[in-house]
């Protein structure tokens, strides 16, 4: 998007500022809300590194001046009605000035019970609860949990089960059968966050990797021809 265009695509709100969203580009954490105005939006389009307006000190503010926590952008998007920005950036270190990856940790519950806070409540989604899931029943096995069988029988036992998925899932694809291949598939990425919790690598590590691999052509790689 070109910030000299924004007047005929966006919609700022009375005091010139559009909320803005930011996203973990990698697994889709959202990280923080913030407010851009025309000058905020032009410096972010124009160096690559989030800015935002600061409505308390009403000035111009680069995110991680201080900190050295910035946001790299990887795309800069905007909503159907023009009014809301959503930026999916590459974070450096944790967003939060409370330390923690995303600022929003806090659960809030429609009985008004007092607020949890949980640094990795707003983490991703399915796949990052179901390993943190793996997690507990690591930290705390029982004899009804089939995780925690799996965690007990030891890293040969979870990569049988890989290996005998793998095959269900190659099945499947052979047969052409879309809703077989679906459910063989998530029994594989199952048992694969097992395999992780095993050994304590969160998903996020496995997001990164890609997010390394992206965009770069492995035939190139392999024939030592730098990527442009």
Not at 125 to 144: A, D, H, N, W
Not at 157 to 171: F, S, Y
Not at 181 to 189: N, P, R, T
Request: proline share 6%; hydrophobic share 35%; charged share 25%.
């Amino acid at each position: 998007m070109n910030p000299n265009d924004s007047d005929k695509s966006l919609r700022f709100d009375e005091k010139g500022l559009l909320p803005c969203v930011v996203q973990d580009w990698l697994d889709g954490t959202v990280l923080m809300v913030g407010y851009m105005n025309r000058e905020a939006l032009a410096q972010t389009s124009q160096t690559g590194v989030v800015h935002f307006w600061s409505r308390s000190r009403q000035q111009l503010w680069k995110k991680g001046e201080t900190s050295g926590h910035e946001l790299y952008v990887k795309r800069l998007l905007v909503d159907c009605d023009g009014d809301t920005l959503l930026v999916k950036a590459e974070p450096i270190g944790p967003t939060c000035h409370t330390g923690t990856r995303s600022c929003f940790f806090t659960e809030l519950s429609s009985t008004h019970p007092p607020p949890v806070t949980d640094p990795t409540a707003g983490w991703g989604g399915i796949i990052e609860r179901v390993y943190q899931t793996v997690l507990e029943r690591k930290e705390s096995p029982t004899t009804q949990s089939y995780v925690s069988t799996l965690l007990r029988g030891g890293v040969d036992r979870q990569l049988k089960k890989i290996a005998e998925e793998a095959g269900e899932v190659m099945l499947a694809a052979k047969n052409q059968d879309e809703k077989e291949i679906v459910y063989e598939m998530a029994d594989l990425w199952f048992h694969s966050l097992v395999v992780l919790g095993h050994f304590g690598i969160p998903p996020l590590e496995v997001y990164r990797e890609l997010g390394r691999r992206f965009g770069t052509s492995g035939l190139r790689k392999k024939e030592g021809i730098p990527h442009p």
